[in-house]
C-alpha cells in the first residue's frame, strides 16, 4: 500500500507541474505563419515582391493606372464626362467622399504596411547572405519613402508609421509634413546606399539606385532643400544610367518597357491575369470599331482644346493628340484616323498608351511609367531656379525642347517666370503620366493655372486633399485639412 | 494471503456445515428491490462469521445461521446494506433499497459527482430510464428535447445529423454550442448512440458549469454511458422500426390554376402566352411534392449486454440504425460498438476502459439552399409536366426556343437526386482508460487518458446527364469531389479529491490538471470530365488537389472546494486557469473564479414541523466563464485563422509582381491583421434558484432566475486603412473597409426557469406530470464600435433580406421593410411617399424614416427597420406519464412562443417570374388572389412575367410568427405479463407504439416551424431546409 502512496504522489507531483508552456505553442499548418517563414532568402525576395504589388494591386484598383487621374484630371487638360467623382474631381468640387480621392490613401498604407514588416522582420534574419539581404532591405525602404511620399504630396501631414502594426496602435494621429519628409529623405537615402545601379534582366522593374535617388530629389525639392535636390539631380546623371530617348514617343511605344529614359516603372506583363484598362478609357468608342477590332475602347477621357492649344508650332510631342483628320501609326503599317465616326465630345482622342499596337487588342498590358528622365531633368531645373542659377535651369528646359524639335527659350532672370517655363514644358511632357498636378501644386502654380487656362477658381483647400471620412469615422485622432 | 484465507476458511465452513457436524438452522427467504424485483447476486453474510451466500437469479436464498442471535447482512452494490435479527424465522424475505432512495439523487458534474440536494448549482439531469430508452431517439440532442429546462433543442430533420442545442440563448455572435463531456472526456456528441446513454446532466449556471473555465460560456452537457453491473450476464435487447414523412404540403396551384395565372402574367406584360397552356382546364396535373417525399423507413437495433463479479464488470453495446429521409434518396446508416469495462483490483485502487467505435455512412442531397434545394424546387415544377417520360426516363423537362416559358436553371429534381450522388462516410474511435486509486481514507486520485480517432470521407459525384434539354445545369461535364479527413484528440486529466466528515463540517475539496492535444489533416480532389460518366477520378481529364492541416493544444489547472455545514449550508468555490494555443502567449491564459452558496431550509428546525415540505432549498451563483470557440469562429474549425496573433503569409489576391520576363515574380505578403491583444469571450453569469419536494416528495419544483452577460465578445470591428494589413479579399473590400477581430461587443441573457414533477398512484395506476418553461431575453448591449452587424441573405443570387445584430436588440433580428398594402389606384401611388417605377398593383411600403431618421417622402434604405427577433420570447415542455399494470404511456409537448421566423421559400412560390433569369414556375395557391384590378387585393402584388423588383424587397411580408407547440412524442406501451415470458425464459417483454411530431400548432407558413440554424446571425431564416417530420414507430424491449 505504501508504494503505491508514494507511486501515486510522485505521478501527481509529475502531472501537475510537468506540462511546460510550450505544450501550447501550436502553428497553423495550413497557412505560413511566422514559424514557417522569413527563413531563406526567397522568403525575404517574395515579401519584398509583395511590396512593389500594392503599386498595381486590383484591390486598390489598379492603383497605377489611377494615379494619371490623380495627376491630371484637376489640370482639365484631360477632360471627362463620366463617372461623377472624376468630374467632381475636374471641376474642384472636392469633398472627403470622393473615392478617387480616397483610394490613394488606402493602397498607400497597405504599401507603406507591407514594407514596415519586411524592414523589421526581414533584417532579422540572419541566416542569409548579408549583402542580398542588405538589398532587400533597400528596395522595402525604397518603397516605403515612395508610398509615403505619394500619401504626403497629396495629403500633407499624415500618421507616420514604421512599425508593423498591431492592435494597440490602430488610431494614430497625423504627423507633421516635415517630419514624415525627413523620414522619406532617410528611406530613400538608405535605399540608395545599397541598391544596385541596374538590375539584370530576370529583375528588370526593381527600383535601382537612380530610382531612389529620382524620388530623392523630388523629396528634396517638397522639403524645399535645393541644394540637396541639385546635388542628387547631378548624382543621377553622375550614374550614367539614364538618357533621353532621340523621340519622346517611342518612350510609349508599344514593345519599348524599361528604357534608358525610365527610372521607374510599374510593371505589367500578362494582361490576362493582371492587366490595366488603361487603353480602354483612352480610345475612342468607334475607332476601334472602324478598325475592325473589338469595339472596346470607351472614350471616356479625351484631351482639352485649351491642352491642344498648348502645343507651340513643331512640336513633335503633339503626336500624343490626335485631332479629326489626324493619323496614328499602329502596328505593322496600320494606321488609324480620326474621323467623324471617332468623334470624342470635341473630336479630341489621346493616343499614349495604344500607339504602335492595334487598338483594342485585349492586352493592355504595357508598363505604367511613374518617374522619367525628363522629369528629373525638369525637376533638377526647378531646383536650379530656386538657387537662381536660371541660365542653367534654362539649359535643362532647352535639353528637353530640344528634343522635341523645338528651339531654344531665352533665359528669364526671375524665379516666378522660369518655374512657369518649367511647368509649361512639363505639361506637355508629362500628359497623363504620373506626376503633373503635383509638380503644379508644390511650385504652387495650381491656382494661377486653372484659373489662366480653364477659368476654374481652385479653393485654397485643394492644394491638399481631404482625408478620407471612412478614416475620420473610425480615428477620432485624425484632423481633416483645413477647408474641407 | 488474506483472501486466500477466507475462502479457504469459508470452504471449510461450507463443508463442515453441510455435512451437519453443528446442528444449524437452515434459512430461506427472497431479496427484492423497492420496485419488487428480485435481486440477483446479492451477497448473504451472518454477521461476524464467515457464513455466506449469494441469491440466484430469483433472488431466492439458503443459508445456515448458527443462532437465533445471528444477524444476516444482505449487501448489494448500489444498495443500501441491510441487517436483519435471525430470530426464529425459517423464512426471511428482505426488500433492498437502493442507494438512490436513500441519499438521494446523484448528479454528475464537472470531475465528480455530487448528491443533488448538496448541490449549490444549477443542474438538470436526464435520465436513461425517463427519457432515452423510452423514445426512438437518434442522435443525442433528440434524446435532451424538452426535459431539461433552459435547454433549447431544434431537431435537425437531415437523417443522422445532430440538432442546434442552446442553453440560455444566444450569447454570441459566434459559436454557442455547449461544450459536451463523455465519460468525464470533452467530446464530440455527434456519432453517439443514445442506446449508450445512463444519463445527461446539463451544468447551466456559472458555479457548475465555470470548472471547464474557458470552454463554459454556452454551458456543459455532460454525458454518462451505462456501465456494467455485476452479476450473470443480463441481455437486453431493444429495437423499433416504423417510417417518417413530411407532414405538411405546401398547397401550390394545379395545372389550370398555374396556367391561368402565368398566362395572366405574359398579358400582363405584353407577351405571348405559352400555347402549350393555352387552354388550362385541359392539362394533366402532376404532384412533385409528392415525387420528392416518400415514408422513409427507419430501424434500428440495440442490444446491450451486461454483467460481470464486483470486482469485473463489463457492459458491451451493439447498435445498428438506419434512417430513410422523408425526401427520397436521402438516408443515414450508423453502426456502434461500445464496451465498458471496470476492474476492481481492491477496494482502493479501480481500473477501467470506455471504448467506443462508430461507423456511418450518409446519402445527402441539395438542400438548405435557397434555389436549388430539391423540395424547393420540387414544389415550384409545372404541374402539368410528368416526372418520367412514357418511356419511363426522366423527363427532360422542356425549354422553349426563346426561353419565355420554362426557367432554364430548373432541372427535373427527381433527376438531379438520383443522378447526383452526395455521399459521406465517417468512422470515429473514442477510448478512454482511467485509474482511480484512494490514498489514505477519503483522498482519491484519479487519472483519465482519452483517446480520440476520427476519419470523414466525401464522395461527391455529378455525372453529364441531360436534365434539361439546354444542359444549363452543370451537367455539361461530369465532375466529382473525394475529401478524406481524419483528425485525432489526446486528453489527459488527472485530479486529486478530498472528501471527509468532521462532525457537522462535511468537505470536498479537488485539485486537477487537463492538457488536451491533437491534429488533423484533409485531403481533397477534385475532376471533371471522366470517361463514360464513371466515378473514376484517376481517369478524368482535369484533377485537381489539395490539402490542409491543424494542431491544437489546451493546458488547464482547476480546484473546487465545498463544504458544507451541519447539512443546511453549503458552500462552493472553483477557480479554473485554462491556457489555450489560440491566444498570445502574454495572453494565453485565462483565469475564472466561481462561487455558490445555498441554503437547506428545510433541515432547520423551524421547518421541520411543516409536514408537507419534504425539501426546500435556496442557492445563488455567480462566476466566470470563457468561450474560446468563438477565436476563429466561421473561418473554419481550427483553421489557420484560429491564430489572431500570428501574422499569415499569401500571395496577393489577383496574382504576383511582374519583373524582368517572368510572368509574374512570387510575390508574398502579410495576409492577416495581426490582432495581438484578442482574448476569450468572457461571461459573467448570476444564478438565483430555489429547489424544493412537496407532500411527500411527490411534488419536486426547481425555478432559477439567472443573467449572463457576455463580455469582450470576438467581432470584426471595422479599423481604418492606416492599419494597413489585412490585405482584402476582393476587389471591393478596399472600399468597404478593413477589419480586425477584437473582444469589442457584450451581450446579454437573462429570464427565468421553472420546472414542476408531480409523481402519484392510485392502486396500480401510477401517473407523472411535468412541466417546464424558460423565458430568454436577449439583448446586445454593446458592438465596439457601435456597427451593426449587417447579415445579408441572398436568393438566388440576389440580395433578399438581411438580418441586423445592432445594440439594444436581440442577435440576428429581421431588418427590411414594412409593407403598407398594394397600391390599387394611380391616385393613391401619387399621394403616397415616391417610389421609383410603380403602377397600380404593386407594393407599397411604409415611409419609416429618412437619412436623418424622419421620414422624408420617399422609399428607399433608410425605411428599412427591425421587423422581429428569431429568438423566442420562451420555451417549454409538458410531461405526461401513466402506467396500469402492464400499461405504460407517456406524452410529451414542447414549444416556444415569440419568436419570428423568415420564410425564403416565400421568396420563391409567391412569385411566378424566376427571379434569376427567365422563365415562370408554380406558385403557391393563395397567388389566386393576387391583385387583378382596383379593390381585388391589398396583399399580394399584381402578377407579371417581368414585375416590379421593389415588389419582392426583403419585407415583413416574408416574417412570419415562429411560435408553435408540437407533440413531441407519444408513447404507448405494453409489458406482457411475468408469469407469460418466464416460461419462454426471457426477463421481460415491452411493446411499443410511438409517435413523434404528430400534431403541430403553428401560424407558420412553411414546411416547419424547427429553424436549424446554427449561426445565430441568421437563426430564423428558413432558406428552405430539410423539414422535421413525422413518424410512426412500433418498438420491441427485450430482456433475458
Known amino acids: ?112 504596411t507591407r514594407a514596415n514588416v519586411v524592414i523589421s522582420r526581414g533584417s532579422k534574419m540572419d541566416n542569409i547572405d548579408a549583402t542580398f539581404k542588405d538589398i532587400k532591405i533597400g528596395e522595402a525602404k525604397f518603397l516605403r519613402g515612395f508610398y509615403y511620399l505619394m500619401l504626403v504630396r497629396a495629403y500633407g501631414d499624415v500618421p507616420l508609421l514604421l512599425e508593423e502594426q498591431t492592435d494597440a496602435t490602430i488610431l ?5 509634413k516635415v517630419d514624415v519628409l525627413a523620414q522619406i529623405v532617410k528611406d530613400f537615402t538608405e535605399a540608395a546606399a545599397v541598391l544596385p545601379a541596374s538590375w539584370n534582366d530576370a529583375n528588370k522593374g526593381r527600383a535601382t539606385k537612380g530610382t531612389a535617388i529620382g524620388y530623392l530629389a523630388i523629396a528634396n525639392l517638397y522639403q524645399e532643400d535645393w541644394d540637396a535636390a541639385i546635388t542628387n539631380s547631378e548624382a543621377i546623371f553622375d550614374l550614367n544610367q539614364y538618357s533621353l530617348l532621340t ?102 482622342a489621346c493616343a499614349k498608351y495604344w500607339v504602335g499596337r492595334l487598338p483594342s487588342n485585349n492586352s493592355p498590358d504595357q508598363n505604367i511609367i511613374l518617374l522619367k528622365f525628363s522629369e528629373v531633368i525638369m525637376n533638377y531645373a526647378e531646383a536650379l531656379a530656386n538657387k537662381s542659377r536660371f541660365a542653367d535651369a534654362y539649359a535643362q528646359i532647352n535639353r528637353i525642347r530640344n528634343r522635341s524639335g523645338l528651339p531654344n527659350k531665352a533665359t528669364i532672370n526671375e524665379i516666378e517666370a522660369c518655374i512657369q517655363d518649367i511647368n509649361k514644358e512639363r505639361r506637355i511632357e508629362n500628359f497623363w503620366d504620373e506626376n503633373g498636378w503635383f509638380d503644379l501644386t508644390r511650385t504652387k502654380q495650381a491656382k494661377k493655372f486653372l484659373l489662366d487656362t480653364y477659368g476654374i477658381t481652385m479653393p485654397d483647400q485643394n492644394y491638399l486633399y481631404p482625408i478620407p471620412q471612412t478614416e475620420l469615422n473610425l480615428n477620432p485622432n485624425l484632423t481633416q485639412n483645413l477647408g474641407y | ?160 445529423s445532430m440538432g442546434t442545442v442552446r442553453i440560455r440563448g444566444v450569447s454570441t455572435t459566434g459559436n454557442n454550442d455547449p461544450l459536451w463531456i463523455i465519460d468525464g472526456v470533452p467530446g464530440s456528441p455527434g456519432n453517439l448512440n443514445p442506446g449508450d446513454i445512463e444519463s445527461i446532466d446539463v451544468l447551466k449556471d456559472a458555479s457548475a458549469a465555470a470548472i471547464y473555465g474557458s470552454r463554459a460560456a454556452n454551458g456543459v452537457i455532460i454525458v454518462t454511458s451505462k456501465r456494467g453491473i455485476s452479476g450473470k450476464p443480463k441481455v437486453q435487447f431493444d429495437t423499433y422500426y416504423g417510417f417518417q414523412h413530411v407532414w405538411k404540403k405546401m398547397d401550390m396551384c394545379n395545372s389550370a390554376e398555374f396556367a391561368t395565372l402565368a398566362n395572366r402574367a405574359y398579358i400582363n406584360s405584353n407577351l405571348t402566352p405559352n400555347p402549350a397552356w393555352a387552354d388550362p382546364s385541359s392539362l394533366p396535373d402532376y404532384d412533385w411534392q409528392d415525387a420528392v417525399t416518400r415514408n422513409g423507413a427507419i430501424q434500428n437495433y440495440n442490444l446491450n449486454i451486461s454483467g460481470g463479479t464486483d470486482k469485473i464488470r463489463s457492459a458491451l453495446i451493439l447498435n445498428y440504425n438506419s434512417t430513410q429521409g422523408p425526401i427520397i434518396v436521402s438516408n443515414n446508416q450508423r453502426y456502434s460498438v461500445r464496451l465498458n469495462t471496470d476492474y476492481e483490483v481492491s477496494k482502493r485502487l479501480k481500473f477501467g476502459t470506455n471504448l467506443f467505435f462508430s461507423s456511418s455512412s450518409t446519402r445527402g442531397i441539395p438542400i438548405n439552399d435557397g434555389s436549388t434545394g430539391i423540395l424547393n424546387q420540387a414544389i415550384q415544377m409545372w404541374p402539368d409536366q410528368p416526372v418520367y417520360s412514357p418511356d419511363g426516363s426522366y423527363n427532360i423537362l422542356l425549354t422553349s426556343a426563346n426561353g419565355l416559358y420554362y426557367p432554364r436553371n430548373f432541372a427535373n429534381p427527381v433527376a438531379r437526386v438520383n443522378l447526383y450522388k452526395y455521399q459521406s462516410f465517417g468512422q470515429g474511435f473514442t477510448g478512454q482508460f482511467f485509474g482511480e486509486l484512494e490514498l489514505i481514507k477519503g483522498l482519491k486520485f484519479k487519472s483519465i487518458i482519452g483517446i480520440n480517432y476520427g476519419n470523414g470521407n466525401g464522395r461527391n459525384f455529378t455525372p453529364f446527364y441531360q436534365t434539361t434539354p439546354a444542359n444549363i445545369l452543370n451537367t455539361t461535364q461530369s ?93 462552493q468555490v472553483n477557480l479554473r486557469a485554462d491556457g489555450t494555443y489560440k491566444l498570445d502567449p502574454s495572453l494565453r491564459w485565462g483565469y475564472f473564479p466561481s462561487a455558490s452558496i445555498a441554503w437547506r431550509i428545510s433541515e432547520e428546525n423551524f421547518m421541520k414541523s411543516i409536514p408537507f415540505i419534504n425539501d426546500l432549498k435556496i442557492r445563488g451563483s455567480y462566476g466566470a466563464s470563457g468561450n474560446q470557440n468563438s477565436i476563429g469562429y466561421g473561418r473554419g474549425l481550427e483553421s489557420a485563422t484560429n491564430y489572431p496573433f500570428l501574422s499569415l503569409y499569401g500571395s496577393p489576391y489577383g496574382g504576383a509582381y511582374t519583373l524582368g520576363t517572368s510572368q509574374g515574380s512570387v510575390s508574398t505578403m502579410v495576409q492577416t491583421a495581426i490582432a495581438t491583444s484578442v482574448q476569450w469571450e468572457t461571461q459573467k453569469m448570476t444564478d438565483i434558484g430555489i429547489d424544493a419536494a412537496l407532500l411527500n416528495n411527490s411534488i419536486k419544483i426547481t425555478a432559477d432566475y439567472y443573467s449572463k452577460v457576455t463580455d469582450g465578445l470576438l467581432l470584426a470591428v471595422p479599423v481604418p486603412a492606416t492599419f494597413g494589413a489585412p490585405a482584402p479579399q476582393s476587389y471591393n473590400s478596399i472600399y468597404s473597409g478593413f477589419s480586425l477581430t477584437q473582444n469589442a461587443g457584450k451581450v446579454k441573457n437573462d429570464g427565468l426557469e421553472f ?102 417622402g420617399k422609399i428607399d434604405a433608410n425605411d428599412r427597420t427591425f421587423l422581429g427577433s428569431p429568438i423566442p420570447k420562451f420555451f417549454y415542455g409538458f410531461n405526461l406519464g401513466a402506467s396500469y399494470k402492464g400499461f405504460d404511456f407517456s406524452m410529451m409537448l414542447q414549444g416556444q412562443y415569440g419568436n419570428k421566423i423568415f420564410n425564403e421559400l416565400k421568396g420563391q412560390i409567391y412569385v411566378l417570374h424566376n427571379f434569376n433569369g427567365i422563365g415562370v414556375g408554380n406558385v403557391a395557391k393563395e397567388m389566386l388572389l393576387s391583385w387583378n384590378g382596383e379593390g381585388t387585393s391589398n396583399t399580394l402584388p399584381r402578377i407579371a412575367y417581368n414585375p416590379n423588383g421593389d415588389n419582392y424587397k426583403g419585407s415583413d411580408f416574408y416574417v412570419e410568427d415562429g411560435s408553435y407547440l408540437r407533440c413531441r412524442t407519444l408513447n404507448l406501451g405494453y409489458t406482457l405479463p411475468s408469469s407469460l415470458v418466464n416460461r419462454a425464459n426471457i426477463g421481460g417483454v415491452r411493446i411499443y407504439l410511438n409517435t413523434q411530431n404528430l400534431f403541430t400548432i403553428t401560424k407558420y407558413s412553411g414546411f416547419d416551424p424547427e429553424i436549424n440554424n446554427a449561426n445565430p446571425l441568421t437563426s430564423g431564416v428558413d432558406w428552405g431546409q430539410y423539414p422535421v417530420s413525422r413518424s410512426y414507430t412500433l418498438g420491441l424491449n427485450l430482456q433475458f
Request: proline content about 4%; overall charge negative; some cysteine.
Open chain 1, 1 to 112: 500500500m505504501k508504494k503505491y502512496k508514494i507511486f501515486a504522489f510522485i505521478s501527481i507531483i509529475c502531472v501537475l507541474t510537468a506540462c511546460s508552456e510550450s505544450f501550447l505553442d501550436k502553428a497553423p499548418m495550413g497557412d505560413v505563419s511566422d514559424a514557417a517563414f522569413w527563413k531563406t532568402s526567397a522568403d525575404l525576395e517574395s515579401a519584398v515582391n509583395g511590396i512593389y504589388y500594392v503599386i498595381r494591386d486590383r484591390d486598390a484598383r489598379n492603383i497605377a493606372q489611377f494615379w494619371p487621374f490623380a495627376a491630371n484630371i484637376p489640370l482639365n487638360d484631360m477632360q471627362t464626362t463620366s463617372y461623377g467623382d472624376v468630374v467632381d474631381m475636374a471641376n474642384m468640387k472636392w469633398n472627403s467622399t470622393n473615392l478617387w480621392l480616397n483610394c490613394i490613401w488606402n493602397a498607400m498604407y497597405m504599401g507603406a
Open chain 1, 247 to 348: 523621340n519622346q514617343k517611342d518612350l510609349y511605344k508599344w514593345g519599348n518597357e524599361n528604357t534608358s529614359e525610365s527610372l521607374f516603372e510599374c510593371q505589367f506583363r500578362d494582361a490576362t491575369t493582371d492587366g490595366h484598362f488603361m487603353e480602354y478609357f483612352l480610345e475612342p468608342t468607334i475607332a476601334t470599331a472602324a478598325m475592325g477590332c473589338d469595339p472596346n475602347g470607351w472614350g471616356v477621357l479625351y484631351p482639352s482644346n485649351q491642352f491642344r492649344a498648348a502645343f507651340e508650332p513643331g512640336d513633335k510631342r503633339r503626336w500624343q493628340i490626335l485631332s479629326k483628320g489626324e493619323t496614328l501609326e499602329l502596328i505593322g503599317g496600320i494606321t488609324f484616323t480620326m474621323d467623324s465616326t471617332s468623334a470624342t465630345p470635341n473630336g479630341l
Open chain 2, 479 to 571: 465532375s466529382l469531389s473525394w475529401s478524406m479527413s481524419t483528425g485525432k484528440t489526446y486528453t489527459t486529466i488527472n485530479t486529486l479529491t478530498y472528501s471527509n466528515i468532521f462532525g457537522k463540517h462535511n468537505i470536498t475539496a479537488l485539485v486537477g490538471t487537463e492538457a488536451i492535444s491533437g491534429d488533423g489533416y484533409f485531403l481533397n480532389t477534385s475532376a471533371q470530365n471522366t470517361p463514360n460518366n464513371l466515378e473514376v477520378p484517376s481517369a478524368a481529364q482535369t484533377k485537381i488537389g489539395d490539402g490542409n492541416g491543424y494542431e491544437f493544444a489546451y493546458l488547464s489547472y482547476f480546484g473546487r472546494v465545498n463544504y458544507i455545514y451541519n447539512d443546511k449550508y453549503i458552500l
Open chain 2, 1 to 160: 494471503m488474506k483472501r486466500n484465507l477466507k475462502v479457504f476458511l469459508l470452504l471449510v465452513f461450507f463443508i463442515t456445515g453441510t455435512s451437519g457436524i453443528f446442528a444449524q438452522r437452515t434459512v430461506t427467504g427472497k431479496v427484492i428491490d423497492t420496485g419488487r424485483q428480485p435481486v440477483a447476486d446479492a451477497n448473504v453474510v451472518v454477521k461476524g462469521t464467515s457464513i455466506g451466500t449469494i441469491t440466484d437469479a430469483d433472488g431466492m436464498y439458503t443459508i445456515n445461521v448458527p443462532s437465533s442471535t445471528s444477524i444476516i447482512v444482505f449487501s448489494f452494490i448500489g444498495y443500501v446494506t441491510k441487517e436483519v435479527g435471525a430470530g426464529n424465522n425459517a423464512v426471511i424475505n428482505v426488500t433492498l433499497e437502493s442507494e438512490t432512495e436513500v441519499l438521494g439523487e446523484v448528479v454528475v458534474v464537472g470531475y465528480g459527482t455530487q448528491l443533488k440536494k448538496e448541490l449549490s448549482g444549477s443542474v438538470v439531469s436526464v435520465k436513461a430510464a425517463d427519457a432515452i430508452r423510452s423514445i426512438p431517439a437518434v442522435t443525442m440532442d433528440q434524446a435532451l428535447l424538452g426535459h431539461a429546462s433552459g435547454v433549447q433543442v431544434i431537431q435537425n430533420a437531415i437523417p443522422g
Open chain 1, 172 to 176: 494614430p494621429t497625423r504627423t507633421p
Open chain 2, 755 to 856: 420546472s414542476i414533477e408531480y409523481n402519484s398512484k392510485v392502486g396500480n395506476f401510477n401517473y407523472n406530470i411535468g412541466a417546464n418553461i424558460t423565458t430568454v431575453k436577449n439583448t446586445v448591449i454593446s458592438l465596439g464600435a457601435g456597427q451593426p452587424i449587417d447579415q445579408q441573405m441572398y436568393l438566388t443570387m440576389q440580395l433578399f433580406g438581411n438580418t441586423y445584430t445592432q445594440e439594444g436588440h436581440s442577435i440576428g433580428e429581421f431588418y427590411g421593410y414594412v409593407t403598407d398594402g398594394i397600391f390599387q389606384n394611380q391616385a393613391e401611388i401619387t399621394s403616397s411617399p415616391t417610389q421609383a417605377g410603380v403602377v397600380p398593383g404593386d407594393r407599397k411600403y411604409k415611409d419609416v424614416s429618412g437619412p436623418d431618421g424622419v421620414p422624408d
